[in-house]
């Protein structure tokens, strides 16, 4: 057995008409999850041929595992094969190759039964498996299916380039299947029935988080609503399922890698209780449970309320980070954007607006949010919400502080303008100065912009001459906090000697 299957995840595998017990899926945020099913199966001693039909479209086969649950039977599959390559027309014409066929030519009076051998189909099989053998594999493969892809049909001794009309075929060949299939040959130590446990791996799946965070008229207290979007494009509808969703940053080597890489727990099995979805910390991931089972439509997107809080207190934070970095310097060395007397000088106007809001027990929260993406509302005057931004969170512990990005301000600017540079390479120093201003053009109230600036020539430093106060946020990074009232203009100055 190849070492790769022994790091497999976990489980079995579904057959729908079979299956004697809810489906169980663990939802992982990284576009693929874990199904398990009961298999109910009556064998015979010694070996026995199966086939599972109900499966989805995006199985990992060697993420296959059938065992007896209670470990009463010895079962063992001697042999899997996979085809997932459901009748299509393109494949039966594939399987009809050097054939003659009758084609159906629909005319505007009457329809004509016409005679065709199919000399090439134009039938690409499915791409899945190229991605196993790396990129130039799969260029030489995509090379050869754009130049083959069309239909060759004899027709009366000429050849067109072209299905003469709708192909009828005598009947489905042998080896057509109707929906993707897995089948085994199994061999177990005694006969009876058996309800197997069967588990794989999926692609074709995802979660995601949404968080709504409603504001009132006036204040930055908000009420937060948060959902899971589900959507199933597998190909396989699950009805009644257990669902558990996992948030993490789950390591999966991808498609274009040899092995598939995960954990995941086997045990299963649901609680009652209020809240409609339960979490709990898992392995060093977070694991959150639906408390009621849900069916999943194939091609379906289903949500599913798993956070509401209300009175969580928000602070509204105005930035300006007036830097502006011309992409051209990013290969400059460190000495090179040093010496530079122009790296540096261009000014960035906006003044970001920033929610921030920690995420505790006192302040409604306190449990841990995975990644998504949140949207403010603000509720106007005439009792309406209307929608001021959005940003993307990532998978926030309890207790950590959240902020996000959600606009620029309207009605504040910033201006940012180098008012000296002197330089002495020979003594090994720079000094360098900046004047910043900021102007409130609001009708009313003061408004705090905490002023960011980046210390970028080198990481030695003093500033020797300053306007305000500022706070040291690290090595290279100092921040002035000014208040500016409405309809008013803040000056900053300072002054930073560098040496090296």
Known sequence: MKPRLYLMIVILLAIGAAASAQPSLTIYNQDFAVVRESLGLDLTAGTNEVRVTDITAHVEPDSVILRDPAGKRDLRILEQNYRADPVSQGLLLSL???????????????????????????????????????????????????????????????????????????????????????????????????????????????????????????????????????????????????????????????????????????????????????????EEYHLYTLARPATLHDRETKQVEFLRAEGVQTQRLYIYDGLKIDTRYQRYSPESLRDNRDYGTQSNPKVWVMKEFKNTKDNHLGIPLPRGRVRFYRQDDDGRLEFTGENIIDHTPRDETIRVYTGDAFDLVGERIRTDYQIDTRAHWLDESFEIKLRNRKETGTVEIRVVEHLYRWINWEVVEKSNTFLKTDSQTIEFRIQVPAGEEKTITYKVHYTW
């Open 96 to 282: 009809y190759e050097g054939q003659e066929i009758d084609f159906l030519v629909r005319k505007q009076d009457h329809d004509e039964i016409v005679r065709g051998t199919i000399i090439r189909s134009g039938y690409v099989p499915h791409q899945a498996g190229m991605q196993r053998y790396g990129q130039q594999y799969r260029q030489s493969q995509m090379a050869y299916a754009s130049s083959n892809s069309q239909p060759i049909i004899e027709v009366g001794g000429r050849l067109r380039f072209s299905l003469p009309g709708e192909p009828l075929f005598p009947a489905l060949a042998d080896d057509t299947i109707l929906k993707p299939t897995l089948h085994w040959v199994l061999e177990t130590d005694r006969a009876g029935k058996l309800d197997a446990e069967l588990s794989y791996v999926t692609g074709g799946m995802s979660w995601e988080a949404d968080y709504n965070l409603l504001s009132p008229t006036e204040g930055d207290t908000v009420d937060v609503i948060g959902w899971v979007t589900m959507d199933n494009q597998t190909g396989r509808t699950f009805e009644n399922a257990h669902i558990k969703l996992m948030a993490g940053d789950v390591s999966k080597v991808q498609p274009d890698q040899v092995a598939v890489l995960a954990r995941m727990s086997a045990v299963s099995g649901a609680r009652e209780m209020a809240a409609p979805v339960s979490e709990k910390a898992f």
